[in-house]
């Protein structure tokens, strides 16, 4: 379904997010025939340049971002058309006007302003689209992730943001919402009778959550130093991947709902502080080693740097205080320069209460199911069955697979598809709610004051490992192992 006609101005026009991720999404979803004609994609940066400059620009980040297969020359001219280009700078005058006579000149579009620059010009950016009268009843604003440094830097963000814009028209993006097995994992719990009953503390011994990447930092150092895996992936993908494993189910699939449940999961996670972070957390940073057989560098080489305790990798024993999972531990995990890029969350079953096969069988292995959000996305349910043969009553675990790819043969959409179309139609299921990002903060900023407070340093670990031998212990004092050493 087409969705109305629109103008999608994007700040941060000629930076990395707008090449790799937002042409690109809106470049498939022109090819899937969603965008109507009127649609206008109006691209803003301070460098003054034609717009049939940015039309290269345009291309260029097309070709390298979109499979080849998927590039067709109509497609391809009619999504160019679309594409205007403004120069304009957050914190002066100029160009401002010539963006509102190009916006004007169709104000009943659905207009979505998408800040994709630092969040130092978030405010900047605000002011001047409300001193210029840019907010039409039907705008809204698109934030892009770091909002704010922590709790306090994010209040402010929003503050000013909130100047110009009601919260209805604030769209704060988390691209792992848009993922499709992120979404899926809502189905999986809710539109299915057998999981649910065993969704708690009863039956489940404890969950794990990775999102580990075979990448460095590259040439984002810049701000991934001052920023660490804590704030870069914990505060917001990994706490809502969490967030939707956890949560109660909402009395509806509409955004109040859902984000209400959401909501008083992050209020329910047990304080960590100076008392317990070095017990509860691990932070570690990547070394050189060699990742997939090629040889790396370290973070400090990577960073130009001849010191840094940045943490390119942390892991957290996380708990939720209320009724549904008291004593199930949560072990989240996130980090740069793994052994390989997978990003999975794995529910561990306890596990039978009684086995009759013990004299014949050996040990039962317990339950998991393994929701896989990449590479190959899909779910994995492992369940114990007999070996074939009249060998006896041998019993193994083995993996129910459903892989997306293989079921529907087409790999999923990128999330920024599905995100930038839910904006377009006003749709902020997917969104984080300002509740939601301060109730982060307020679990994440004990955690980073413990870090600084007790001096607790990183641990290095080769690229290519799965992080420190810290993240190791961590589990294995509970008697437990991290997925992939099970
Ligand atoms: C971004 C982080 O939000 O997510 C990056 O800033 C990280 O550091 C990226 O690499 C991971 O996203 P994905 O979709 O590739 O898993």
Redesign the pocket.
Known sequence: IQVSPFDLVVFGGTGDLAARKLLPAMYQRDRAGQLPEAGRIICVSRRAQTREAYHGFVRDALSSHVKSSELEATVLERFVARVHYCAADATGDGGWAELAELLNAAREHVRSFYFAVSPDLFAPLSEQIGRFGLVTPESRVVLE?PLGKNGEGARAVNEAVGKVFNESQIFRID??LG?ETVQNLMALRFANRMFEPLWNSTHIDHIQIT?A?D?G?GD?GGY?DT?GALR??VQ??ILQLLCLTAMEPPDAFEADAVRDEKLKILKALKRIDERNAEAATVRGQYRKGSVGGQPTKGYLEDLGAEDSDTETFVAIRAEIANWRWAGVPFYLRTG?RLAA?T?EIVVNFRPISHSIFDHTAGRISQNRLIIR??PDEGMTLEVMIKDPGPGGMRLRRIPLDMSFVETFGVSNPD?YERLLMDVIRGNQTLFMRLDEVTAAWNWIDPILNAWKGNAQRVHHYPAGAWGPSASIALIERDGRTWTEDM
């Open positions: 992730k691209h792992y993922k999102v990447e990448l930092v984002r991934y920023s870069d992936m917001n993908h740069k890029r990003s959000l990449q999330a």
